[in-house]
């Protein structure tokens, strides 16, 4: 059964809540009860809906999860379907969409990939994640490349989208989205011409 509109809105408010003290404490002290004060409910209200702090971690990132998932969709849907090179720059702009380049998405990816290491939970959505990501590039670079260099290809792509989210979240000034995802781009790029015949 689907929650009721007033249950959904109440669960993102409460994830909301969540992000800005992620931000502002880190998730070793984004406690409930801050939570909750920043909410504006009570603690029981989060105990309600999402049990105890773990599953509010867990709703959390399954909440970035599918506002990524979201954004890349929404980029894919501007391109058609034979357009390889344009599916694989949609999916590199959705990974650097505002939705997991913000402060708060920023300092939360961090600390769930962090915890993820020790939290069975977080690391089978990280999984997920991961495996999405490749698999999306592999079925694009598939079209035009042998099976062994679309998986290479898929997996170099992938590992820089991730290292240069990374260094942009743990750069002061922050993240540069446009000269992530050129870089990214340009990667593709020279992936997708590499078995473009001669004089094509």
Same mark, same amino acid.
Not at 10 to 18: D, E, K, N, S
Not at 21 to 30: K, P, S
Not at 104 to 114: G, S, T
């Given at each position: 059964?689907?929650?009721?509109?007033? *249950?959904?809105?109440?669960? %993102?408010?409460?994830?909301?809540?969540?992000?800005?003290?992620?931000?502002?404490?880190?998730?070793?002290?984004?406690?409930?009860?801050?939570? *909750?004060?920043? *909410?504006?409910? +009570?603690?029981?209200?989060? +105990?309600?809906?999402?049990?105890? #702090?773990?599953?509010?971690?867990?709703?959390?990132?399954?909440? /970035?999860?599918?506002?990524?998932?979201?954004?890349?969709?929404?980029?894919?849907? #501007?391109?058609?379907?034979?357009?390889?090179?344009?599916?694989? $720059?949609?999916?590199? $702009?959705?990974?650097?969409?505002?939705?997991?380049?913000?402060?708060?998405?920023?300092?939360?990816?961090?600390?769930?990939?962090?915890? +993820?290491?020790?939290?069975?939970?977080?690391?089978?959505?990280?999984?997920?994640?991961?495996?999405?990501?490749?698999?999306?590039?592999?079925?694009?670079?598939?079209?035009?490349?042998?099976?062994?260099?679309?998986?290479?290809?898929?997996? +170099?792509?992938?590992?820089?989208?991730?290292?240069?989210? /990374?260094?942009?979240?743990?750069?002061?000034?922050?993240?540069?989205?446009?000269?992530? %995802? %050129?870089?990214?781009?340009?990667?593709? %790029? *020279?992936?997708?011409?590499?078995?473009?015949?001669?004089?094509?």
């Amino acid at each position: 059964m689907q929650p009721s509109p007033m *249950a959904s809105g109440r669960r %993102r408010q409460l994830i909301r809540a969540t992000l800005t003290a992620i931000h502002q404490y880190g998730m070793a002290d984004a406690t409930i009860a801050r939570i *909750a004060r920043l *909410a504006g409910v +009570s603690s029981g209200i989060i +105990s309600h809906y999402f049990g105890d #702090k773990a599953g509010l971690m867990e709703a959390t990132m399954r909440y /970035l999860l599918q506002q990524l998932g979201d954004a890349v969709a929404e980029q894919r849907r #501007k391109i058609p379907p034979e357009d390889v090179a344009g599916h694989v $720059d949609a999916i590199i $702009d959705g990974n650097f969409d505002s939705s997991q380049t913000n402060v708060a998405a920023m300092r939360a990816w961090l600390e769930f990939w962090a915890a +993820s290491m020790h939290q069975p939970a977080l690391r089978r959505l990280q999984r997920v994640n991961e495996r999405r990501l490749y698999a999306n590039l592999c079925h694009q670079f598939r079209q035009v490349l042998p099976a062994n260099q679309a998986r290479d290809a898929a997996q +170099s792509v992938a590992a820089l989208i991730d290292g240069l989210w /990374l260094r942009g979240a743990l750069t002061p000034e922050g993240i540069d989205i446009e000269a992530c %995802r %050129r870089l990214a781009r340009d990667n593709a %790029r *020279a992936w997708l011409e590499s078995h473009r015949p001669t004089g094509t």
